[in-house]
């Protein structure tokens, strides 16, 4: 065991040295922060406006990835400003820093708008946000960021930092960092905290290998709000709020599956996204030997929204198209969805391209008044479409009519263009898009090549295991 | 209104007339019953056993149907005197009768075994019982019944007998009379409880037609044991006893159903069962307009077994095909059985031939010991029936197999092979049976015919639909 944490904090070494920007990076990032705040602060001033700037996010903080060049400036508020002034400005300060550094402003949303941009290989955020007392209710969901970042720069020790960007590394490397995708992850505030309980990267993983959920972190559990998330980490900065929230069951499950992995096995391996090499012909192979067939929905023209906004979009319209598949008589057993480059593909796989012959009808419980059953029972005899019942299911009635026998392409095709269900934002661009039967028709690149092969051998767990183990 | 019910008081006189025995049929039945009781009293008196002879049942009661000539034959003994001696003396008794009068004695099986034979075309059972006080706890199931019949005979008047004999036709014409079979319905003496609760069969109708489940008629709700029965009729003879137990939703609702249909067009139609004739070519048609697939499992040669337990066998047997073939993916919709003259048949109504080509395997959960966990993927990696996974849904291991493909009657073959969650009794003759997908090599006769076009378009209450508003 001893050898093992040993093997283990050697890993941590590491892969510290790999994460950890260089000075010459952070001095680099420094230089264009104060160029960006002496740009906001002298526009502001200009106009007259009360507001502070502050660098926030994991730079802030000291958590950043070497390979993570994002700086989150925030522009600070007094609470009494009104909320409409205040998204205003925000996008007023985010349009002269575009046009004074010559580079092209992007407007996205989270609850409120803000400006992106990317200036040399740094992505830059501009937020604006309530300058709120610490413990004090926030007026926007951003309001509690500076506080976070306050926090953990004070809480956390040099070496905490480097484990908290381990972890976070970790992560990454497994799909289970950030919580706006499919995933529903770890978020890096979160990293941050299990770092600061736990005081480093292996003692965590030691312990969160016999995590049993749900567990929980707090310091006043009569303050937090009562949830049944799998992990409840208490925030420092609003005891009601579980940082865990966003945290899925899968993805819980997936990092206690990882960290027995790696305890047993430790590897600067387990850092590393799990490479595939698809080719057609082995997506073609798998799909054959799985006798399952691959619906693709090729959005090709995705409207201007973020990635953040995209990702539950896609999931929620993968999940509506399953639903009236499944309804339909489809046996889809598998969603998944793959987006880049202005375009997305929603694929669902089933069991079968054809449904299944009878629909059954749920009609009224016997407690109904007799007038409705009768005229139910008046419609449904004389109705063509009959070929069973209708009859008693218990306490009430169901027929059974004969589906159309179709093809689930002309199944999706329909469903697609009723429209109902799908996410709001990305329904005009599901209108306009093909549906094939064919994978390697929707796999313009080896990237979706390889998301495919993944996700019909849902291997990826297996891969690290035969990763660690030296098999297969 | 009015009018609607002076139509059923009609009607109801119509029937009454027709299911009430003549005074010939009764003495005729009388005079076998004393040849008979004579036969045992003598028996026992030259055994020098003490025990007296009771005609209990609906001849007794006086609630017999013309067409249903049924003796049942207690005989009593004292409380004192050991089961053994009591189920043996029974049999003894049973076969001296036989023997005297010249017929084949069959022994059959309740709770105890008892005497069955066929004289002339009276159908008499010969049953051994205790000679319980009222009141107190039974020994045998059996027991009740002579306390019942007292009760019964003491509490209806003449009118209210004539009456029961309507409810008992109209559901028999229904198939709602009997607990012993698939149907789950009204017993006899159910029938006489809600006849003497409503006085007349046309009042029991209206009630009937705004029956809302549960539906309790109890004197001594503290008494009688809790239970989620759609219809609560507390045991005039023991209040520990629901009298309706055995009846179940289906029947229930069904019997709301018909209430409804019946008060609203009353007619003697209601009390003559629903005449099918089906050919060959019509059931032929009616499944290809479905578009199922029929899988006959014919028993040739079944064990002698009371009917009243074959019932509940073939159903169990037909219920336990039916979830394994499910299991292997088999969209199974319907089950049904028919049996006769030492034969039977199991019907299984599927949507498809074959199966569908992914199993999915559960394996541990993430709160398993991580060496269970990790002997679990050490073996699916290395599997070569693994087609995707392992991989976590939620906090437990899944894989996905590929299915062997096969059809239907091979999937039917080998679950009967292993043979276990079959009836007991019928299993061997379930071994020898005959698979078939040709609904027509099963159907020998026309009464099968009947069946199989009845259940596979499921239309018994529409047909009788119809016939009360005259259409199709």
Redesign the interface.
């Known amino acids: 065991m001893g050898d093992n944490t040993r093997r283990l904090e050697a890993v941590c070494e590491k892969v510290v040295e790999k994460v950890r920007p260089t000075a010459d990076q952070d001095k680099r990032l420094r230089e264009i922060y104060n160029l960006i705040s002496g740009i906001i602060t002298k526009f502001l001033s200009d106009l007259g406006v009360e507001a502070s700037v502050m660098l926030t996010g994991s730079v802030a903080k000291g958590t950043h990835l070497s390979h993570d060049q994002d700086l989150d400036i925030f522009i600070l508020f007094p609470v009494e400003k009104p909320l409409e002034d205040i998204k205003r400005l925000g996008l007023e300060v985010g349009e002269r820093v575009a046009s004074e550094l010559g580079v092209k402003p992007e407007r996205r949303y989270a609850q409120h708008p803000y400006t992106r941009l990317q200036f040399r290989d740094v992505r830059v955020d501009i937020v604006p946000a309530y300058n709120t007392e610490k413990g004090t209710r926030i007026i926007t969901a951003v309001d509690r960021t500076p506080h976070h970042t306050e926090y953990v720069k004070k809480s956390l020790s040099e070496e905490q930092k480097d484990h908290t960007r381990v972890l976070k590394e970790f992560l990454r490397a497994n799909n289970l960092y950030g919580t706006e995708n499919m995933v529903g992850g770890f978020s890096g505030y979160l990293c941050e905290l299990l770092i600061h309980h736990y005081g480093t990267f292996p003692n965590l993983v030691s312990h969160a290998?016999r995590w049993?959920?749900p567990v929980v972190h707090v310091y006043a559990p009569d303050q937090i709000e009562p949830c049944d998330s799998?992990l409840v980490v208490q925030d420092p900065v609003d005891p009601r709020r579980n940082v865990a929230a966003a945290t899925t069951?899968?993805a819980?499950?997936?990092f206690?599956?990882l960290a027995?992995m790696f305890y047993?096995q430790p590897s600067e391996k387990f850092f590393t996204p799990i490479r595939i090499d698809a080719s057609a012909e082995t997506v073609k192979r798998?799909l054959s030997?799985?006798?399952?067939t691959l619906v693709s929905v090729v959005l090709e023209r995705l409207p201007p929204i973020a990635e953040d906004n995209l990702w539950p979009q896609l999931e929620k319209s993968a999940r509506y198209l399953r639903k009236k598949l499944v309804e339909q008589g489809f046996?889809v057993?598998h969603t998944f969805c793959w987006a880049g480059q202005g375009r997305a593909i929603i694929f669902l796989e089933s069991?079968?391209v054809s449904t299944?012959?009878?629909r059954f009808n749920l009609g009224p419980h016997?407690?109904t008044s007799?007038e409705k059953?009768?005229a139910y029972?008046?419609k449904?005899?004389?109705s063509g479409d009959v070929?069973?019942?209708?009859?008693?299911?218990?306490?009430?009635w169901v027929s059974?009519t004969?589906r159309e026998?179709i093809n689930i392409v002309e199944g999706v095709r329909r469903i697609l263009e009723k429209g109902h269900g799908l996410g709001r934002q990305i329904r005009k661009a599901l209108r306009g898009s093909r549906v094939s039967l064919d994978p390697l028709e929707a796999a313009t690149s080896g990237e979706v090549l390889n998301t495919i092969l993944s996700e019909?051998?849902?291997?990826?767990?297996?891969q690290r295991?035969?990763v660690a183990?030296g098999?297969?």
Chains 1, 2 share one sequence.
């Not at 030997?289 to 399952?292: D, I, L, Q, Y």
């Not at 070929?387 to 009430?396: I, S």
């Open positions: 290998r049993t959920p799998p069951t899968k819980f499950s997936h206690v599956v027995n047993e798998v030997e799985k006798g399952t046996p057993i069991q079968s299944h012959p009878i016997i407690t007799w059953q009768r029972l008046g449904r005899v004389s070929v069973a019942g209708p009859y008693l299911v218990g306490d009430r059974e004969r026998e019909i051998r849902r291997d990826q767990l297996v295991f035969r183990h098999c297969g």
